[in-house]
């Protein structure tokens, strides 16, 4: 089976859409979230769409198989808040290990088939790293600017974690993303390239930042330019950005950071802005249309979609990729 450097080079790239917006359409209850092994659990779990790969792995699987029908080359486990940090919400901790380690079977064992039926074209895993729900960088408390609700080497501790499960369960690669404090990004780096010294494995990474609004920043205020700065010590597969914005508003920021890198780039914008409740309206069609912007200006080598795209966007998103070239940077040239 080729590599995912390999695939890179000869084609645009189609990542998944979102997961959550998926599981919403099962309308799962506190039971279901629950499950057999969790039904006494002593705190409420409904909304830890983490904890569904132990408690609903078959719609975990459903969900990653209709985003490889739609054509994504990669799908990501589901493993946004898999840390010690994040699951301290629901008192689990303890399960952290277990819960990455799952997700990565699940998601593996899809892409495995589909690469057996389809050798031409390969399907890949991407452990997703998420923020947690604490920064580094910013005090939660505005009367006392100097506290930090989180340290380093907290974080550190429980990325390594969360990466040795994910390495563990057959990830192809690791997707730290959603990035709105690079220190808690660095502090995922830093715990990848810890696993890949220990165990000798040379795994690639994506990085994929979060610009939260029209001043053009992350939310602990770096601009594109210093992100990218701030992350480009690590040889990184790609670097990119996310979330928060539609594909249009994100436009002039790939904009920058393609002109900029010497990695690939990706990009998995929302599906245009939420409205007055919360949801997202832009079609698969009109995402389509804004994203062939992108391909048409060479911006980007990874293109996929997050929240409010399901596989309708996907295929729209998949159809238009094939017939551009991807990005060619100054080192690949």
């Given at each position: 089976?080729?590599?995912i450097?390999?695939?890179?080079?000869?084609?645009?790239?189609?990542?998944?859409?979102?997961?959550?917006?998926?599981?919403?359409?099962?309308k799962?209850?506190?039971?279901?979230?629950?499950?057999?092994?969790?039904?006494?659990?002593?705190?409420s779990?409904?909304?830890?769409?983490?904890?569904?790969?132990?408690?609903?792995?078959?719609?975990?699987?459903?969900?990653?198989?209709?985003?490889?029908?739609?054509?994504?080359?990669?799908?990501?486990?589901?493993t946004?808040?898999?840390?010690?940090i994040a699951?301290a919400?629901?008192?689990?901790?303890d399960?952290?290990?277990?819960?990455?380690?799952?997700?990565?079977?699940?998601?593996?064992?899809?892409?495995?088939?589909?690469?057996?039926?389809?050798?031409?074209?390969?399907?890949?895993?991407?452990?997703?790293?998420?923020?947690?729900?604490?920064?580094?960088?910013?005090?939660?408390?505005?009367?006392?600017?100097?506290?930090?609700a989180?340290?380093f080497?907290?974080l550190?501790?429980?990325?390594?974690?969360?990466?040795?499960?994910?390495?563990?369960?057959?990830?192809?690669?690791?997707?730290?993303?959603?990035?709105?404090?690079?220190?808690n990004?660095?502090a995922?780096?830093?715990?990848?390239?810890e696993?890949?010294e220990?165990?000798?494995?040379?795994?690639?990474?994506?990085?994929?930042?979060?610009?939260t609004?029209?001043?053009?920043?992350t939310?602990?205020g770096?601009?594109?330019?210093?992100?990218?700065?701030?992350?480009?010590?690590?040889?990184?597969?790609?670097?990119?950005?996310?979330?928060?914005l539609?594909?249009?508003?994100?436009?002039?920021?790939?904009?920058?950071?393609?002109?900029?890198?010497t990695?690939?780039t990706?990009?998995?914008?929302?599906?245009g802005?939420?409205?007055?409740?919360?949801?997202?309206?832009?079609?698969?069609?009109?995402?389509q249309?804004?994203i062939?912007?992108?391909?048409?200006?060479g911006?980007i080598?990874?293109?996929?979609g997050?929240?409010?795209?399901?596989?309708?966007?996907?295929?729209?998103?998949?159809?238009?990729?094939?017939?551009?070239?991807?990005?060619v940077?100054?080192?690949?040239?």
């Open positions: 089976m080729s590599t450097q390999e695939e890179i080079s000869k084609r645009i790239l189609v990542l998944d859409g979102a997961m959550g917006t998926m599981l919403q359409r099962y799962f209850s506190e039971e279901d979230f629950r499950g057999e092994r969790f039904k006494d659990y002593p705190t779990l409904k909304g830890n769409n983490d904890l569904l790969s132990l408690t609903q792995p078959l719609a975990i699987a459903e969900i990653h198989k209709l985003y490889f029908e739609a054509g994504a080359d990669i799908v990501e486990t589901n946004f808040s898999g840390t010690t699951m919400d629901y008192n689990m901790e399960l952290v290990y277990e819960l990455n380690y799952q997700s990565a079977r699940i998601a593996k064992d899809v892409a495995l088939q589909f690469t057996y039926e389809n050798p031409e074209k390969p399907r890949f895993v991407a452990g997703s790293i998420g923020p947690t729900n604490k920064t580094a960088s910013m005090s939660p408390n505005v009367n006392k600017p100097e506290y930090r989180i340290t080497e907290e550190r501790v429980a990325y390594k974690l969360q990466v040795e499960a994910l390495v563990d369960g057959g990830v192809d690669m690791l997707l730290v993303e959603t990035i709105f404090d690079t220190l990004a660095k995922a780096l830093f715990a990848i390239e696993v890949k220990e165990r000798q494995i040379d795994i690639p990474i994506m990085v994929s930042g979060t610009i609004d029209a001043s053009g920043r939310l602990s770096q601009t594109v330019e210093a992100f990218l700065t701030s992350i480009s010590h690590i040889p990184l597969l790609s670097v990119g950005f996310n979330c928060a539609g594909a249009e508003q994100l436009k002039p920021y790939l904009q920058r950071l393609s002109r900029e890198t990695f690939y990706s990009a998995h914008p929302n599906a802005l939420p409205n007055a409740f919360g949801e997202y309206d832009q079609s698969a069609q009109q995402m249309m804004l062939e912007d992108y391909l048409q200006d911006l080598n990874i293109i996929g997050c929240c409010g795209t399901n596989p309708d966007h996907i295929k729209a998103i998949a159809e238009v990729a094939k017939k551009y070239q991807p990005r940077t100054k080192l690949h040239v």
